[in-house]
C-alpha cells in the first residue's frame, strides 16, 4: 500500500529565508510523487511533480524539490519565502503497483512572517 | 478551458434537509473524484469514478451519502437527510486516467454548513 506522511502540522519562517516543508512516502513499487498548494477559500494547485529523472524538479512560484529514494523524501524548498508563500501544502504519491489514486498527506501549513 | 466547476460555493442547510453538490470536470478527462476536506481529518477521498462508473466507494461514510456520474461533464454528490457532521468543503477533481503524469485538477470547492 501507499502512504504519505507530512511530520510537521505548521512551519513558520521569516520573509527571505530558505523554507523547507518536509514529505517522506511509502509505496511498494516506483513512486510518482505531487506537491499541492491550496490558498484559502480555494482548490488545491499544482506545483509540481517527480515522475522520473532528475533528482531535483522546480515548479511554480519558485518552488523546487528533491526526491531521495534511499530517505523515501520529497521535501519542498525555496531559496527565498515570500508571505504571499503562506498557504497550506500537501505532498501526494501514487504507486506504478497500484490503481490510479494518490494518496494526500494531512498537509502542512507554512506561514511566512513579514 | 474554465477548469473544473462546482457548485454552489457555499450551501447552508438544515439538519434532515438534502443537499445536492455538483460538478464539472474538464473536457476530456475521463476520471472524476469526490474529496471532502475538514480540520479533524483532512483531505479524504470519498468516490472516484473511471469513465463515468463508479470504482471505489469505500470513503463514502454511509448510505446518506450517494454519487452519480450520468455523462462525462457531470457528477453530483447528494447528502439525504444532512446532518451537523457533515460541514466541511467538498472538492471535485478530474484527471486523465493517465492522471499519473498530469496529477489531479481540483475545483473550488463547495462549502456545506449544516445547521
Known amino acids: 500500500a501507499q502512504s504519505v506522511a507530512q511530520p510537521e502540522d505548521q512551519v513558520n519562517v521569516a520573509e527571505g529565508n530558505p523554507l523547507t516543508v518536509k514529505c517522506t512516502y511509502s509505496v511498494s513499487g516506483n513512486p510518482y510523487l505531487f506537491w499541492y498548494v491550496q490558498y484559502p477559500n480555494r482548490g488545491l494547485q499544482f506545483l509540481l511533480k517527480?515522475?522520473?529523472?532528475?533528482?531535483l524538479v522546480k515548479g511554480s512560484y519558485g518552488f523546487e524539490a528533491e526526491f531521495n529514494k534511499s530517505q523515501t523524501s520529497f521535501h519542498l524548498k525555496k531559496p527565498s519565502a515570500l508571505v504571499s508563500d503562506s498557504a497550506l501544502y500537501f505532498c501526494?504519491?501514487?504507486?506504478?503497483?497500484?490503481?490510479?489514486?494518490?494518496?494526500f498527506g494531512p498537509g502542512t501549513r507554512l506561514s511566512v512572517l513579514p | 478551458d474554465a477548469g473544473v466547476i462546482q457548485s454552489p460555493r457555499h450551501e447552508v442547510t438544515e439538519m434532515g434537509q438534502e443537499v445536492t453538490l455538483r460538478c464539472k470536470p474538464i473536457?476530456?478527462?475521463?476520471?472524476l473524484f469526490w474529496y471532502r476536506q475538514t480540520m479533524m481529518r483532512g483531505l479524504e477521498l470519498l468516490i472516484y469514478?473511471?469513465?463515468?462508473?463508479?470504482?471505489?466507494d469505500s470513503g463514502m461514510p454511509e448510505d446518506r451519502f450517494s454519487a452519480k456520474m450520468p455523462n462525462a461533464s457531470f457528477s453530483t454528490l447528494k447528502i439525504q437527510p444532512s446532518e451537523p457532521r457533515d460541514s466541511a468543503v467538498y472538492f471535485c477533481?478530474?484527471?486523465?486516467?493517465?492522471?499519473?503524469?498530469?496529477?489531479?485538477?481540483f475545483g473550488s470547492g463547495t462549502r456545506l454548513t449544516v445547521v
Open positions: 473536457s476530456g478527462h475521463n476520471s
Open positions: 477533481a478530474s484527471s486523465l486516467s493517465t492522471g499519473k503524469y498530469y496529477g489531479y485538477t
Open positions: 469514478f473511471n469513465n463515468n462508473v463508479p470504482i471505489d
Open positions: 501526494a504519491v501514487r504507486d506504478d503497483n497500484y490503481g490510479q489514486n494518490f494518496v
Open positions: 517527480y515522475i522520473t529523472g532528475d533528482n
